[in-house]
Every structure is written in structure tokens, then in C-alpha cells.
Nanobody, 126 residues
Framework: QVQLVESGGGLVQPGGSLRLSCAASGWIFSINAMGWYRQAPGKQRELVAVITSGGSTNYADSVKGRFTISRDNAKNTVYLQMNSLKPEDTAGYYC????????????????????WGQGTQVTVSS
């Protein structure tokens, strides 16, 4: 099985910074895209940022210029550096990774399996 474990959430004042981490472990052959999503109370889960295995990134318009996604492929870990935080960034943040468990899965043309972390709370408040 595969597990994604997030860390780094917490309470921060407006304008502050936090760094989230998400480490994948278990039966992993390779990881395709990794991303961060967030969900505020009463709202749908939304994409925050995504990074491909080659390092290409994409961000939600609301976080461009403030958040930076990166990954360490050797550690199967994705990070989200969040700067200039605003109260509207308050949400549960969830890590997602598309994972191949074996070469057989890739050679047969099967899609990567999506996995989710348990979430970490980010609260921006004075």
C-alpha cells in the first residue's frame, strides 16, 4: 500500500509564511504528478498547485506569486512554500500523488493510481 503523510500546517498571522511537506511511502515504482489541493468549510476542494515528474508547475490564480511548489524525487516528497498568507488561504490542505506501483503498470499502459494524504490545517488569522 501507499501512504501520503503531510506536515507543516498551523496557525499563522496574515502576511506570514508556512511550508507544507508531503512524503509518499510504500509500494512505489515511480510518481507522476504531485499536487496540493485545499478545501475551506462549505466550499469545494480546489487545486492549489501541481508539479510534474519533470518539474513543470501550475498554480491557481489566487496563489500565483505567493506559493511555490517543489519536489524531491529521491525522497518522494512534495513541498508547498506559502508566503504572504491571507485569511482566505485558511483551509485544510491535501496532498495528492499519481503513483505507479510497478513497471508492469506502466508497460501495460495503465494510468497511475491517485492517492491522497489525510490533510493538514492551515489557519491564517490575527
Amino acid at each position: 500500500q501507499v501512504q501520503l503523510v503531510e506536515s507543516g500546517g498551523g496557525l499563522v498571522q496574515p502576511g506570514g509564511s508556512l511550508r507544507l511537506s508531503c512524503a509518499a511511502s510504500g509500494w512505489i515504482f515511480s510518481i507522476n504528478a504531485m499536487g496540493w489541493y485545499r478545501q475551506a468549510p462549505g466550499k469545494q476542494r480546489e487545486l492549489v498547485a501541481v508539479i510534474t515528474s519533470g518539474g513543470s508547475t501550475n498554480y491557481a490564480d489566487s496563489v500565483k506569486g505567493r506559493f511555490t511548489i517543489s519536489r524531491d524525487n529521491a525522497k518522494n516528497t512534495v513541498y508547498l512554500q506559502m508566503n504572504s498568507l491571507k485569511p482566505e488561504d485558511t483551509a485544510g490542505y491535501y496532498c495528492n500523488a499519481d503513483i505507479y506501483a510497478s513497471w508492469s503498470q506502466i508497460s501495460r499502459g495503465l494510468p497511475a493510481t491517485p492517492y491522497w494524504g489525510q490533510g493538514t490545517q492551515v489557519t491564517v488569522s490575527s
